[in-house]
């Protein structure tokens, strides 16, 4: 879209930046849950630091487990995803399964349309030692950048029935920057149950040690509609999670 044009490619340039200056070891995975629609030539075209490694992960919804030598958290989502709905949840729940593998003890899931800039990643991840999850927020008062006060209303309706319904005071349960502490996730793995849009909305419902972090986005909502952003029915997302 107009406002995060090529927000993609620069997020792989400050990527590279960055881990020059970094002490540690980063990991970037894509789950590509589109065959041939990443290449994974041109990212390490970009990404030239030794301190990064790059895995493309088929997303574990189109691969059986006997094709592969799967992780034991890869085939318990595998197993739930078989029979249900699949939609941009599955995508990160089989990068988080894949970490669950390794030896790193943070993750953090980003969209690739967000313009927010990657020099914050470290705010996320520096919570994780005490928090289960970290929240690059669109809408704390301190924010900066993405929506102005008129978010639309049904957006609103949605945080409120949830804040509410279980007693929560969280400002973005949608944004598509958030930290996870690797431990919590292998707690509850088996219990997840939401892989649409309304996924992490589970996982913080879950937790009770979350933190919101002011963020900062570089395009601002749109209210003539100009921002194309993914349809979402609220009242089906509310019902999932209440299941």
């Given amino acids: 879209n107009k406002f995060a044009q090529n927000s993609f490619i620069s997020k792989l340039y400050q990527l590279d930046f960055l881990a020059e200056d970094s002490n540690s070891t980063l990991k970037l995975i ?59 949840g599955s995508a990160i729940h089989s990068g988080l399964s894949y970490l669950l593998d390794t030896n790193f003890d943070y993750a953090v899931y980003l969209d690739a349309d967000l313009t927010c800039p990657l020099n914050c990643i470290g705010n996320l991840v520096k919570p994780l030692g005490k928090y289960d999850i970290s929240i690059y927020s669109r809408r704390l008062k301190e924010s900066y950048g993405y929506y102005n006060d008129e978010l639309p209303k049904n957006t609103l309706d949605y945080q409120r029935k949830i804040n509410d319904y279980f007693n929560l005071s969280f400002s973005d349960f949608n944004v598509g920057y958030k930290g996870i502490n690797l431990k919590y996730y292998k707690k509850v793995i088996s219990d997840i149950k939401d892989f649409t849009l309304s996924f992490d909305s589970e996982l913080l419902i879950k937790s009770k040690k979350v933190i919101e972090i002011p963020g900062i986005f570089l395009h601002k909502y749109s209210k003539a509609g100009e921002y194309k952003t993914t349809n979402r029915n609220y009242d089906e997302m509310f019902k999932k999670v209440v299941e």
Avoid: P
């Avoid at 041109?42 to 992780?71: G, H, M, P, R, W």
């Fill in 30 to 88: 894509f789950v590509d849950d589109n065959e041939d629609k990443i290449n994974i030539k041109a990212i390490s075209s970009i990404i030239s630091s030794q301190k990064v490694s790059i895995d493309l992960l088929k997303n574990v919804e189109f691969i059986s487990v006997y094709e592969k030598k799967a992780s034991y958290y890869e085939k318990i989502i595998y197993e739930k995803l078989r029979h249900g709905e699949k939609k941009k």
